[in-house]
């Protein structure tokens, strides 16, 4: 990933933002299940999920925060949008029934982060 294209966001919607942070919290672990990844279809829809994750497949993890930092004000700037988004982080590490210590410590810095 260049410089570039994480300098060019923000240029999703907020569906396909909100895509993109799902996918990184269902990352956390390292594996994509299928639980996780029809989460992600029900909330957002197939085409969002396949374009972004194109592009967060090719971002390291300092710019994938990069880019999340790009996108928090403008779509989660109020405390109840911030504990929506943060409710539905939840349900995903969850999904699979087991809650792991590395998503959990991911929760905590996303909820410092947004």
């Known amino acids: 990933m260049t410089k570039a294209l994480v300098e060019s966001h923000p240029k999703w919607n907020h569906d396909e933002f909100r895509c ?3 996918l990184h919290a269902a990352m956390a672990d390292m594996e994509f299940s299928q639980d996780e ?3 992600i279809l029900d909330r957002i829809g ?3 999920l396949a374009e972004v994750k194109e592009e967060f497949d090719v971002l ?3 710019e994938r925060l990069n880019v999340i930092s790009s996108y928090k ?3 989660y700037h109020t405390a109840e949008k911030k504990a929506e988004l ?3 982080i939840e349900e995903l590490f969850e999904i699979d029934g ?3 210590t590395t998503e959990h410590n991911l929760f905590l810095m996303l909820r410092k982060l947004l």
């Open 46 to 48: 197939p085409c969002a």
């Open 20 to 22: 993109f942070l799902l």
């Open 98 to 100: 087991t809650y792991t």
């Open 73 to 75: 004000d403008k779509f």
């Open 37 to 39: 990844k029809q989460l």
């Open 60 to 62: 390291n993890d300092y």
């Open 86 to 88: 943060l409710v539905r």
